[in-house]
C-alpha cells in the first residue's frame, strides 16, 4: 500500500476509549515513548517528562487562546434555531465567516438574534452573503473588537465527540493550555493540555528551555480528508507567528546539540513553515496551509509530543510522516490494547 493512500490511515477504535472528561491533575495522563529509530515503544506518564528530556532540550509550545466560539441564536423571521462557529472577521468591514447549522438556507438580509450563555437574547447578526461552501458571511449589529462580543456571546466550541459538543463549566478551563496568551484558535492545541505550571517549572528547573510559537487553529485542521490520494488534499491556511527572541533560542539549540521538541502537530507546522532549507529559523509572521505528508523532510523539529488523532486525519499522517506509518499504526495497536484514553481529553505519545 501507497503511503499516500488514505486507506493506510485508518483504524478501529472502541467509543469507550474516546476521553469525555480531563483529568483531575492534568500530567497524570499516560505518555507513550516511541523510539523511531528503534521501534521501541514505552509506556509512562506526562509527569515523567523530567526524567525523558535532557537540559540540552528546549520545548516549542503554541501559546494560541481558544476563543469562545460557539454560537447559538434564533432566526428573527421563523424562529427556527441556529448554531454557528466564529471562524474569522474582516478588520476592514467588520465582517464574520461562520460555520451555520439550521434547518433550510439564511438568505441575504435575514437577522439571527444571539442568546448568552445564560440564554438570555442580545445582539444580532445579519447575514450578508452565503459562500460556496456554504460558510455564512455575517454582521454584528454592534460595534465591537469580535473576541470582545465572544466573550459576551460565545461558547467554549468542545469537539462534537465529547457530550455532543455540549458546553459544561469545567471546560472553560480545562479547554485550555496553562501558557495560552493570544486568542484566535477554535480548537485547543490539545497536546498542550496536559500540562501544569508545576510541571513546567520542574522542567525549566532541570534546564529544559521554552519557547512560544503561535498558530491560531482553524477547522481546517479537522475537516476530513475528502481524497482517496493525500497529494490531491489542501489544507486550510491558519495564521501563526515565531518571534525573533524564540527562534533565536530555538537555533542556539540545535547549534548547541539540544533536541527541538514540538509540544502538538500546531507547534510542528510553523516551526517547519518558518524554517529555511537548512533548518535555521527566522521571525515569520503569515499564513500556512502546509500538509506534511510521507516524505517530508523535517527540517526544525527533533522530537514530537503529541494527543492520539482521529482515524484517516490530516494529523494522523503528519505524525506518520514523522516517525513512519507502520509504527504509528503499531503504536495506536499497543495504546488500544493498553486501554489508553484518545482524543483531545486523551493520553499522548512522545516521538523520539
Same mark, same amino acid.
Given at each position: 500500500?501507497?503511503?499516500?493512500?488514505?486507506? &493506510?490511515?485508518?483504524?478501529? #477504535?472502541? $467509543?469507550?476509549?474516546?476521553?469525555?472528561?480531563?483529568?483531575?491533575?492534568?500530567?497524570?495522563?499516560?505518555?507513550?515513548?516511541?523510539?523511531?529509530?528503534?521501534?521501541?515503544?514505552?509506556?509512562?506518564?506526562?509527569?515523567?517528562?523530567?526524567?525523558?528530556?535532557?537540559?540540552?532540550? *528546549?520545548?516549542?509550545?503554541?501559546?494560541?487562546?481558544?476563543?469562545?466560539?460557539?454560537?447559538?441564536?434564533?432566526?428573527?423571521?421563523?424562529?427556527?434555531?441556529?448554531?454557528? #462557529?466564529?471562524?474569522?472577521?474582516?478588520?476592514?468591514?467588520?465582517?464574520?465567516? *461562520?460555520?451555520?447549522?439550521?434547518? &433550510?438556507?439564511?438568505?441575504?438580509? =435575514?437577522?439571527? *438574534? %444571539?442568546?448568552?450563555?445564560?440564554? @438570555?437574547?442580545?445582539?444580532?447578526?445579519?447575514?450578508?452573503?452565503?459562500?460556496? &461552501? &456554504?460558510?455564512?458571511?455575517?454582521? /454584528?449589529?454592534?460595534?465591537? =473588537?469580535?473576541?470582545?462580543?465572544?466573550?459576551?456571546?460565545? @461558547?467554549?466550541?468542545?469537539?462534537?465527540?465529547?457530550?455532543?459538543?455540549?458546553?459544561?463549566?469545567?471546560?472553560?478551563?480545562?479547554?485550555?493550555?496553562?501558557?495560552?496568551? !493570544?486568542?484566535?484558535?477554535?480548537?485547543?492545541? *490539545?497536546?498542550?493540555?496536559?500540562?501544569?505550571d508545576a510541571l513546567l517549572q520542574q522542567l525549566t528547573d532541570q534546564g529544559v528551555s521554552l519557547s512560544g510559537v503561535?498558530?491560531?487553529?482553524?477547522?481546517?485542521?479537522? $475537516?476530513?480528508?475528502?481524497?482517496?490520494?493525500?497529494?490531491?488534499? !489542501?489544507?486550510?491556511? =491558519?495564521?501563526?507567528?515565531?518571534?525573533?527572541?524564540?527562534?533565536?533560542?530555538?537555533?542556539?539549540?540545535?547549534?548547541?546539540?539540544?533536541?527541538?521538541?514540538?509540544?502538538?502537530?500546531?507547534?510542528?507546522?510553523? %516551526?517547519?513553515?518558518?524554517a529555511a532549507e537548512q533548518g535555521r529559523l527566522e521571525p515569520w509572521t503569515g499564513m500556512t496551509d502546509l500538509f506534511?505528508? /510521507?516524505?517530508?523532510?523535517?527540517?526544525?523539529?527533533?522530537?514530537?509530543?503529541?494527543?492520539?488523532?482521529?482515524?484517516?486525519?490530516?494529523?494522523?499522517? #503528519?505524525?506518520?510522516?514523522?516517525?513512519?506509518?507502520?509504527?504509528?499504526?503499531?503504536?495506536?495497536?499497543?495504546a488500544i490494547e493498553h486501554e489508553y484514553r484518545f482524543y483531545s481529553y486523551g493520553d499522548a505519545m512522545l516521538l523520539?
Amino acid at each position: 500500500m501507497s503511503d499516500f493512500d488514505l486507506s &493506510g490511515y485508518d483504524y478501529e #477504535l472502541p $467509543r469507550e476509549r474516546i476521553a469525555q472528561h480531563p483529568l483531575t491533575v492534568r500530567s497524570d495522563a499516560r505518555l507513550m515513548v516511541v523510539h523511531r529509530r528503534s521501534g521501541q515503544i514505552e509506556h509512562f506518564h506526562v509527569r515523567d517528562l523530567p526524567d525523558l528530556l535532557d537540559a540540552s532540550d *528546549t520545548m516549542v509550545v503554541n501559546d494560541s487562546r481558544v476563543v469562545p466560539a460557539r454560537l447559538i441564536g434564533m432566526r428573527c423571521q421563523t424562529g427556527g434555531r441556529w448554531q454557528g #462557529l466564529f471562524l474569522r472577521a474582516d478588520p476592514a468591514t467588520g465582517v464574520w465567516e *461562520t460555520l451555520s447549522k439550521t434547518r &433550510g438556507k439564511l438568505q441575504p438580509g =435575514e437577522r439571527i *438574534t %444571539l442568546q448568552d450563555r445564560h440564554g @438570555r437574547e442580545g445582539m444580532q447578526l445579519v447575514v450578508v452573503d452565503r459562500l460556496e &461552501g &456554504g460558510n455564512l458571511l455575517v454582521k /454584528p449589529s454592534e460595534e465591537a =473588537e469580535p473576541l470582545s462580543l465572544l466573550e459576551r456571546y460565545g @461558547r467554549v466550541p468542545i469537539p462534537p465527540y465529547i457530550r455532543d459538543g455540549n458546553m459544561m463549566d469545567v471546560d472553560v478551563q480545562s479547554y485550555q493550555t496553562v501558557y495560552a496568551r !493570544q486568542g484566535g484558535s477554535v480548537a485547543a492545541p *490539545t497536546a498542550g493540555l496536559h500540562f501544569t505550571d508545576a510541571l513546567l517549572q520542574q522542567l525549566t528547573d532541570q534546564g529544559v528551555s521554552l519557547s512560544g510559537v503561535t498558530l491560531h487553529v482553524g477547522i481546517g485542521t479537522f $475537516r476530513p480528508i475528502a481524497h482517496d490520494d493525500l497529494r490531491e488534499h !489542501q489544507m486550510h491556511a =491558519e495564521w501563526g507567528q515565531i518571534e525573533a527572541d524564540a527562534a533565536a533560542r530555538i537555533n542556539a539549540t540545535r547549534a548547541a546539540g539540544g533536541r527541538v521538541v514540538a509540544i502538538g502537530t500546531t507547534s510542528v507546522r510553523v %516551526l517547519e513553515t518558518a524554517a529555511a532549507e537548512q533548518g535555521r529559523l527566522e521571525p515569520w509572521t503569515g499564513m500556512t496551509d502546509l500538509f506534511i505528508t /510521507p516524505g517530508y523532510r523535517f527540517r526544525a523539529v527533533d522530537a514530537l509530543m503529541t494527543n492520539f488523532h482521529l482515524p484517516k486525519s490530516s494529523l494522523l499522517v #503528519l505524525v506518520s510522516a514523522f516517525a513512519g506509518r507502520e509504527l504509528i499504526l503499531e503504536a495506536y495497536r499497543q495504546a488500544i490494547e493498553h486501554e489508553y484514553r484518545f482524543y483531545s481529553y486523551g493520553d499522548a505519545m512522545l516521538l523520539l
